[in-house]
Structures are given as C-alpha cells and as structure tokens.
C-alpha cells in the first residue's frame, strides 16, 4: 500500500503521508515523494499543492531512524542526497506549496515543511530538529533553510540544542506563518490553496524564483533579478487583463499554466 495518499481538487493536489506510527520518512517514501512532486512540475492542470500528514498527531516525525541505523556509514551519503533532491525538487516547484503542519514536525518532517512556500500549523504542533541526540546531524537541508528563515542564532540554538518547540514559539521566530485551532488547519489550508490557485500562474511562479534567486545574492543583484521578472510578468495576458479589470472595476479571470512560461 502506498506511504503517500494523493487528491485533487480545483487545481490544488494534496499529498497526505500515511506511514503508520509517525509518518516517518524512508527510502521508499522519499522515492515516492519525489515522483508525485515531478508529476505536479509536468501536470498542468496543478496550480497548488499542499502536503500534510495523515491522522492528528504526526505531520513527519523524521527520517526512519531504524532503516538509517541498519544503513553502512559509507553508504549514508544516498539517503542524504536523496533527501536533499526532494526538499530541493519541492521548493522549485513552479506552483505554490501549502504545508498544513498537523502534529510533530521532526528532523526530515521539519526539513521537508521548510521546503515549502508556506507553513500552517495546528495549535498542537511541535518541531524540532533533534539529530544531534542520536550523534548525527540534519542532511536533508535543515543547516541550510533553517538558518535562512530564522537567523543564524536562533538556528544555532535549535540545532545544537536539539530542543522541541511549540506552534506558537515556531511563529513567532518565523519558522511558520499561521497557527490555527487543529481542527480547523485542513480547512484552512484548503482555502489557502484554493486563493493561490485562481492567481496568475507565471506572477506565482516568477515571485517564488525571484524570492529564492536572490535569498543569495548582494540587494544591488537581488532588486535587479526582481527588475528582470517583474518586466517579464508586466508582459503577461494574465499581468495585462488583470490591471484593465481592476480600472474597469471587474474581478480578474486568470488563465492556465503554460509550459512556455514567459
């Protein structure tokens, strides 16, 4: 049976992972993850997706501990790779991403949620990264995203300390963006999705290279890489009928997504 349940609905697809007892990531998950994210780059009907853990209690509590014990060291470097390929595969998408954050969000769980655009989690969520109580460290690009979202400091703090953090602390450093009752997160992110999807597809696409192609360049480079999409955007059907509805006092109708984007 498949670790990774997927459904559609009005041009937002979700992927809800189903490995019981806690959602753990292995190889077989993470290979199938990587699949169903290639199937939403080519299918272009996708215009959101959102990823949530199965059941109220576990989003992704880490990568699988047991499969990682029982992998040789010298081997180690293929499940990280293979990690880093889906979280980085993830964050290019050309659509949005919607992590509904639903329980623990550990290790893998926490480096695959910072790979999406957009972090919602359930008053009862919990994250940490606590790799290094097992003498290990993250690989899956928690060093890296982590640090981009929080700051230097507050990364060193949770990473070295390895300590849990609740949905309300993980806002207000930034890690997430809402917190919301847990029973009401699937719906809220289901509307969430739901918005971004009747937006302009190539604005969507084109503000989401614009945010990480510049996340390392000097401001000079990044306002000029922003100049560069904004202009190809302003060219854009969508661009050109959304600013005419808004003089003519109209609600904008989008198109679809174009495999020859601008």
């Known amino acids: 049976m498949s670790d990774l349940v997927v459904a559609n609905e009005g041009g937002v697809r979700t992927f ?56 040789p060291p010298d081997r180690a470097w293929e499940r990280t790779a293979l990690g880093q390929a889906v979280t980085i595969e993830l964050e290019a998408l050309p659509v949005p991403v919607v992590a509904a954050i639903n329980g623990m969000c550990i290790g893998g769980g926490c480096e695959l949620a910072m790979a999406a655009d957009i972090r919602i989690a359930a008053d009862s969520a919990t994250f940490a990264q606590p790799e290094i109580k097992l003498g290990i460290m993250p690989g899956f690009g928690g060093t890296q995203r982590l640090a981009r979202l929080v700051g230097h400091g507050v990364a060193m703090d949770l990473l ?21 009752p847990a029973n009401q997160l699937l719906e809220h992110a289901r509307q969430l999705a739901l918005e971004l999807a009747n937006y302009a597809p190539y604005a969507l696409e084109a503000i989401k290279r614009s945010v990480h192609g510049g996340s390392s360049l000097d401001l000079a480079a990044g306002l000029a890489l922003e100049a560069e999409f904004s202009a190809k955007v302003r060219r854009t059907p969508d661009a050109i009928s959304g600013l005419a509805a808004f003089r003519d006092k109209q609600v904008p109708t989008f198109g679809p997504r174009s495999a020859t984007q601008p």
């Open 16 to 71: 809800t992972i189903q490995r019981p007892p806690v959602n753990a990531l292995s190889t077989a998950l993470l290979l199938e993850l990587r699949a169903a994210v290639a199937d939403v780059a080519a299918d272009l009907s996708v215009r959101c997706l959102v990823i949530t853990g199965a059941g109220d209690r576990f989003f992704v509590a880490g990568a699988d501990v047991r499969e990682a014990a029982d992998t």
């Open 160 to 180: 070295l300390s390895g300590r849990t953090i609740d949905a309300e602390q993980a806002l207000s450093i930034g890690l997430i963006s809402r917190v919301v």
